[in-house]
């Protein structure tokens, strides 16, 4: 039986500078799942809030608070899915 490859990665500082140099401008912010007291978040480049989801917040991708989801946190993970890599690979 094969094992599932897991399609999520910590964000970093290469992911954020890879995602300025293709002029991406927000990063959406979304609650995936909250385990042993760690809450996971995806972040989606370039989205934007379509239902207006309470979880669901936007940031510049020069924000503060973006370089902030770059440092270690006992409560909280960022996330971003290989399918938002692959398609900002040089």
């Known amino acids: 039986?094969?094992?599932?490859k897991n399609p999520y990665q910590l964000f970093t500082l290469e992911i954020l500078n890879n995602w300025k140099r293709q002029n991406v401008s927000y990063i959406k912010v979304e609650?995936?799942?909250?385990?042993?007291?760690?809450?996971?978040?995806?972040?989606?480049p370039d989205s934007e809030?379509?239902?207006?989801g309470d979880t669901d917040i936007l940031y510049p991708i020069d924000s503060e608070d973006v370089d902030d989801m770059l440092l270690p946190s006992k409560?909280?993970?960022f996330l971003v899915h290989d399918i938002y890599?692959?398609?900002?690979?040089?």
């Open 31 to 44: 609650e995936l799942s909250t385990t042993n007291n760690i809450t996971f978040f995806e972040l989606i």
């Open 1 to 4: 039986m094969a094992i599932e």
């Open 85 to 90: 890599l692959d398609e900002l690979d040089d």
């Open 75 to 77: 409560t909280a993970r």
């Open 49 to 52: 809030l379509v239902d207006g």
